[in-house]
Nanobody, 124 residues
């Protein structure tokens, strides 16, 4: 129903920036909220940012607040994660995900559609 493919990951020095993109296919993209998660080796997957179906409501993890920005362009079926002032602790595989509903949730089990992930590595 919703297929998600992330891109834009890579290697960057601390203090640098990256913009991740999540390309969605399917006719229900504009009907669901979207979120970004990340998982570092040996660590649990954690919520990073979420955006509601319209795009006006957003929510961020405390660890990225003020540095990361989530946005969406429903006309282009794309969700973005702008990451600024990157830190080594931001190193992880980043996943785009969607729940079935229109409103933001941070509960991982609510997300039923997942991308394959894109690697972000931040060097010291």
């Amino acid at each position: 129903q919703v297929q998600l493919v992330e891109s834009g990951g890579g290697l960057v020095q601390a203090g640098g920036s990256l913009r991740l993109s999540c390309a969605a296919s399917g006719r229900t993209f504009s009907d669901v909220a979207m979120g970004w998660f990340r998982q570092a080796p040996g660590k649990e997957r954690e919520f990073v940012a979420g955006i509601n179906w319209i795009g006006r409501g957003t929510q961020y993890a405390d660890s990225v607040k003020g540095r990361f920005s989530i946005s969406r362009d429903n006309a282009k079926n794309t969700v973005y994660l702008q990451m600024n002032n990157l830190k080594p602790e931001d190193t992880a595989v980043y996943y785009c995900a969607a729940p079935r509903g229109r409103f933001i949730t941070i509960i991982q089990s609510d997300f039923v559609f997942w991308g394959q992930g894109t690697q972000v590595t931040v060097s010291s």
